[in-house]
């Protein structure tokens, strides 16, 4: 008769079965496991110390090695001692350098800078360079600004004085427009007529419109129209705040 092949199945079935039914089984395989793994846990150590222990006496031996022949005789001193000669300080030959302290000179203080004089001068008239003639004749128009220089923070006090007209336009009304230049030109309102004696001897205020912005010193000409005559007048200005 041919023997039966075990079956591994079979067994691993059976060992369950006992396993979970026997507690004395379980209790026995228990401890055969735990001291197999001790076992081969003490072997695995022994064999892992004497593998170290052979490392590091093949690395001493190869470091008392050197081209082929060993090290031998007395191990040399790693502390050896030195002379130290004792520390002489060197003699300061230097020599300080000598300071000269400068005295200043007496005499007398400054003197006091005089008071500059103030930046707008009183106003003086400007005579009218170019004219043209009207209908009834040309007619020559003088007159003076206040101040000297026009400027942004005076609002009204700048002003148009002392307006004359030869011959003399008795009782005229007069149109003025301001040029300040790059197209910017202002017309001024409420020019009043002339007197009598063809006199402007109120002052008109001025008063500089936001297209001027130059901050230099500019000149504006000033066209006077009389009875369809022109006469202009410059005047000056600048687009600044003055304190």
Known sequence: MSKEPVNPNSFINQFHDKWEQDSNFRATWSTLGAAAFLIIFVTATVLGTKLVSSIMNSN????????GSSISGQVANLNPTFAVPPYTP?????TPPSYTIVTPVSGSPLPATATPPPFLPTPTPTVSPTATAGPGG????????????????????????????SPAAPNTQVSISLDFGNSCIEQVNNVPNTDNNGQINQPIAIQLPTCFTNPSQTTVIATFTINGSTSTVQFQAQAIKLP
């Open 90 to 94: 060197l003699a300061n030959s230097a």
């Open 138 to 165: 040309q007619i020559t128009v003088t007159a003076s600004q206040s101040p000297s220089i026009w400027t942004m923070n005076n609002g009204n006090n700048n002003k148009i004085t002392s307006v004359s007209t």
């Open 60 to 67: 001493s031996a190869s470091a008392n090695t050197s081209n």
